[in-house]
């Protein structure tokens, strides 16, 4: 059972770039979410989804796209990359049993 | 979403025991209270959770007083492999999925030799 898989791992992009950051979950959950990182602080939701084709703004959306096509899968998307989001960024999916988060993906943009 | 407040750091040695406090006024009906464990470099990792009373599992357990508006987190005898930052969450976890989970900065355990 491999929980939530995150891709890449690490990643550098130039200013201006667009990526995607893939996650995918095996657990059936409805709930899924994207949360950044910075150095020394807690973590901050990005945007969620309740359910395939049901996806909503968390905390700081600016600059980042979600979608969500299947129950499994739950991508991030950059736009345009900026050093401002140089974080670590983690995907989380949710149960009853509470959430569970993949390893999480380093990115710099530089 | 109740807000919670929790020290930032603490310090422990090895082999003690650990308690956690964490504050959190204005907790609805329907929440429940969760921990979380984050290693560097790693995704935060359940630890336990409860809705009144205490509750304990092979990791830990969690006292919450009958106002419950703190819970306090006991790590029973510490290893240096406990060091971590350790969150309280608050929510609504159980019919809504923990929807817009809000993390604080947490606690920052470091376990000493």
């Known amino acids: 059972n491999a929980g939530v898989t995150q891709t890449p791992k690490f990643q550098v992009l130039k200013t201006g770039q667009s990526m995607t950051l893939q996650c995918a979950q095996d657990?059936?959950?409805?709930?899924m979410s994207w949360y950044r990182q910075d150095p020394g602080m807690g973590l901050r939701l990005i945007h969620y989804?309740?359910?395939?084709?049901?996806?909503d703004q968390g905390e700081v959306p600016n600059g980042y796209n979600v979608s969500r096509s299947t129950t499994e899968d739950f991508p991030l998307r950059l736009l345009s990359a900026a050093p401002s989001q140089t974080s670590v960024y983690f995907c989380a999916s949710s149960g009853s049993q509470g959430a569970f988060f993949g390893q999480g993906t380093r990115l710099t943009v530089v | 979403l109740a807000k919670t407040t929790q020290p930032i750091s603490m310090d422990s040695y090895e082999g003690q025991e650990v308690n956690i406090t964490c504050s959190h006024n204005?907790?609805?009906?329907?929440?429940?209270i969760t921990w979380y464990q984050q290693f560097p470099s790693q995704g935060p990792r359940f630890i336990i959770q409860?809705?009144?009373t205490k509750v304990t599992n092979e990791v830990a357990s969690l006292f919450i007083p009958a106002d419950r508006k703190s819970s306090t987190l006991s790590l029973p005898r510490v290893s240096l492999s406990d060091t971590a930052v350790y969150y309280c969450?608050?929510?609504?976890?159980?019919?809504?999925?923990?929807?817009?989970?809000?993390f604080g900065p947490g606690t920052r355990l470091s376990v000493l030799p």
């Open positions: 989804s309740v359910g395939a084709g049901i996806t």
């Open positions: 969450l608050v929510g609504d976890f159980i019919d809504n999925y923990g929807q817009n989970f809000v």
């Open positions: 409860g809705y009144k």
């Open positions: 657990m059936n959950h409805e709930y």
């Open positions: 204005n907790i609805a009906t329907n929440d429940y």
